[in-house]
């Protein structure tokens, strides 16, 4: 019998989806800072983190529920899941912002859903065709069918960020757009590190004879 996977946080999809660098500093050197993009993330979340059920047209909603999945080594918890009549579940992930995201950012939270839909698949023995991302500015939900090209992403996802966690090696800096957002830009130096790098190559070639 196989031994059993580590366990990583489901919203380490999202952050390697977004960026290694950045899921390597908060899942590996354990670093993290807030600023207006994550506080907002905060607020809309403070609902669904409180652990509760309700039944609604026919439907029953369970928060904050705690999801995992063994086969992929995946644990976390589910803002709210919808269980239909028949029992099968829905998840639903809140997001601040609106839904007319980029569509870089847009699927950085499908593979977040998809990897909840994934661990609630394993845990009912129900098949989860399709979940939701509700966006709190414009309050619409947008629908992601778990397609299996999304499940696919979710479980490569999984293995690459297993192979980085094991490897302690945090990898180099992008210093592109998706930096302007992030909350550890100040602990990143995306700029900084990446001068450096060229640098380091202007270096060596101002020292290589063949060059």
Known sequence: MPEPLDPIPLSALQHWAYCPRQCALIHLEQAFEDNVF?????????????PG?????????????????????????????EFQADGTPYPVEYKHGSRNKKAAIAACDDLQLAGQALCLEEMSGRAVPEGALFYATSKRRRVVPITPALRTAVETAA??????LASRQTPPPVNDERCHACSLRDLCQPAALSHGADLDRLHQALFDPDA
Do not use: N, W, Y
């Not at 994550?38 to 409180?50: C, I, K």
């Not at 293995?159 to 980085?164: F, L, S």
């Open 38 to 50: 994550t506080l907002r993330g905060q607020a809309v979340h403070a609902r669904a983190d409180q």
């Open 53 to 81: 059920v309700e039944v609604r047209a026919g439907l029953r909603a369970e928060r904050a529920l705690p999801v995992f999945s063994d086969r992929l080594g995946l644990i976390g918890k589910a803002d709210v899941v």
């Open 159 to 164: 293995a690459e960020i297993r192979a980085m």
